[in-house]
């Protein structure tokens, strides 16, 4: 499996992966030299490439390598590159359909799910280094990379924090952390401890994997709640689960796209915009603490 960097810990992760290969590329260039030593290191290891991003230098390093087959959806002018092209689908299938059609899977095909796994030394160092303790608080992540309309208010994870009978656990990175703080301080200090931008990436795994529960908008943690098959709390606004969903049998997803009982209708949902066009964001206002605390009740 190749890699950068910021989501390499991600697959190391991961038992079904065997070993990981850290590209050392910088954001935007082609960096054609890097990726032709890279391609000598790896040239005649691998039969087949499947290539995720639609990017013509994503391509571009299976084809140096010469590797025979070569797998990928048309993207930036780099149909020379691939050996098998499919073509993008002009609706949003579920994301895990999309990717596993490149490895020939049919729709409704029923496919492993994606699991993450730590040693027990190692989840137990990051709860040493927090001064926590495993099931004896709540993981929320509030952040949402992708924008404003992917974010529940922290307003309402502030009310939320209060309801609950654990403290919660802020987790993100550096760029949240004053989002995180704003939760805090409108909690209580005593109902949260702030680690966002505090912790290594597999120590915030390790904090997950302990949790009693993880609460998040639809986001990357999201999915690493899922992956460790946590009981968790999934909000969604601008984007939606049937595209995205956590897949995990102990989630509970908030979503008012479906609800029935909530009038009027969300006509504008599921919109896939950074922020709200119309200025409401009624699709996660609306979704109040209380609700999201009765969620948390699993049977």
Not at 285 to 291: G, K
């Amino acid at each position: 499996m190749g890699a950068l960097p910021w989501v390499a810990p991600v697959y190391r992760a991961m038992p079904q992966v065997d070993e990981v290969i850290e590209f050392p590329f910088q954001h935007g260039g082609l960096q054609f030299k890097a990726r032709r030593s890279i391609a000598k290191q790896v040239e005649g290891r691998f039969d087949i490439a499947y290539v995720l991003p639609n990017s013509l230098k994503s391509a571009l390093l299976p084809f140096l390598a010469s590797i025979p087959k070569r797998v990928g959806y048309l993207g930036e002018a780099r149909v020379g590159l691939l050996t098998h092209r499919l073509k993008n689908p002009k609706d949003k299938p579920p994301m895990v359909a999309f990717y596993s059609a490149l490895s020939g899977e049919k729709e409704g095909l029923t496919l492993d799910r994606p699991r993450l796994q730590l040693g027990a030394a190692q989840v137990q160092a990051a709860l040493h280094a927090a001064g926590l303790a495993a099931g004896e608080y709540y993981v929320f992540a509030p952040g949402a990379e992708y924008g404003p309309a992917k974010r529940w208010p922290a307003i309402h994870f502030a009310e939320l924090a209060r309801g609950l009978d654990a403290p919660a656990v802020l987790l993100g990175s550096a760029k949240e952390a004053d989002l995180c703080q704003e939760i805090a301080g409108a909690a209580g200090e005593s109902k949260c401890l702030n680690l966002a931008g505090k912790t290594l990436l597999l120590q915030a795994f390790a904090l997950i994997a302990a949790a009693r529960a993880v609460i998040s908008n639809d986001s990357g943690l999201m999915h690493v709640a899922a992956a460790f098959g946590v009981p968790q709390a999934a909000v969604f606004g601008s984007s939606s689960p049937l595209h995205t969903p956590p897949l995990n049998d102990n989630a509970r997803v908030l979503w008012l796209k479906e609800d029935p009982a909530y009038q009027p209708p969300l006509d504008c949902a599921p919109c896939f915009q950074r922020e709200c066009p119309l200025g409401h964001t009624r699709c996660l206002y609306d979704i109040t603490p209380e609700r999201v605390l009765q969620s948390l009740h699993f049977s």
